[in-house]
């Protein structure tokens, strides 16, 4: 197998998607196993991240671990341990899910692969997502606490983890990467008319001046949409369209893999 002529696609399964964040530590079963299948039915080499959901934010809220060590939080440490625990108890489920149908898939402890340096940034060493590519396994990372190299610490959210793959696997055909949210993707509210509507195309030169509706979602711990859209930004300078569609809508994801229409956002390369 020439791994660089096949094309790989990176999945987001968002945090609310999989699980409740409503209700602490719970899954949405039924609506993993319906993506799970759907990543199979469309037979794509394929990386996948998912978010926290309800297990990685309320832990990682508890004790602020977003902000960095502070002495004034109680047993902070240990909610950084707790906050990772939780993590790995949820991809175990994700990873689960492909292994009961006999697919190949691996957890990637994410926390072990990235690394903050004050001076360098975040680095990642992707030698073994490249390895498991190459053998036909899917590597599944997740949002994470990350270390960094002068003792502090924080968390890398499932967006920052696409983003530093597409930089470090340039030498791989990266096709698209694709969020399956719990909503249809990006919407906008028309100035002149108040009508909140979704987008489904945006030209790179339109993100920064969008006129983005509130639909009364909550910001999470990782942070929101404004983060987002840089590093969609980031991904779309690199080449590499992205979609946004709704994982809660039957065969979206299957078609999203496999360049079929569905309704959703989709985000154009520069001069494309």
Not at 90 to 95: A, I, P, Q, R, T
Not at 155 to 167: A, N, P, Q, Y
Not at 178 to 200: H, K, S, W
């Amino acid at each position: 197998m020439n791994m660089k002529n096949e094309s790989i696609y990176i999945l987001k399964m968002g945090g609310s998607l999989i699980t409740n964040k409503n209700e602490p530590f719970s899954l949405r079963k039924k609506t993993l196993r319906n993506v799970v299948s759907e990543i199979i039915a469309s037979g794509k080499k394929i990386i996948i991240i998912h978010g926290g959901g309800a297990f990685g934010h309320p832990t990682a809220k508890k004790y602020d671990i977003n902000s960095g060590k502070n002495l004034s939080i109680e047993n902070q440490i240990y909610g950084l341990a707790k906050t990772h625990s939780v993590m790995t108890e949820l991809n175990k489920y994700v990873v689960d899910e492909f292994i009961k149908k006999e697919i190949p898939a691996m957890s990637i402890q994410t926390s072990c692969i990235f690394i903050q340096d004050l001076v360098k940034g975040i680095e990642l060493n992707a030698d073994i997502i490249k390895l498991l590519l190459d053998l036909g396994i899917i590597p599944i990372l997740y949002g994470d606490i990350l270390l960094n190299r002068n003792g502090d610490f924080s968390i890398i959210s499932g967006d920052t983890i696409i983003l530093k793959l597409c930089e470090s696997l340039g030498n791989l055909q990266l096709s698209k990467v694709i969020f399956a949210m719990e909503e249809d993707g990006l919407y906008i509210e028309i100035p002149e008319t108040g009508e909140i509507t979704l987008a489904e195309r945006i030209e790179y030169e339109q993100i920064n001046t969008l006129n983005l509706a509130n639909l009364g979602k909550k910001i999470d711990i990782t942070g929101g949409i404004t983060i987002k859209l840089n590093n969609i930004k980031k991904i779309l300078n690199l080449g590499i369209p992205v979609q946004l569609v709704n994982g809660l809508k039957e065969d979206n994801i299957e078609k999203a893999l496999i360049h079929e229409n569905v309704k959703g956002t989709c985000f154009e390369v520069p001069g494309k």
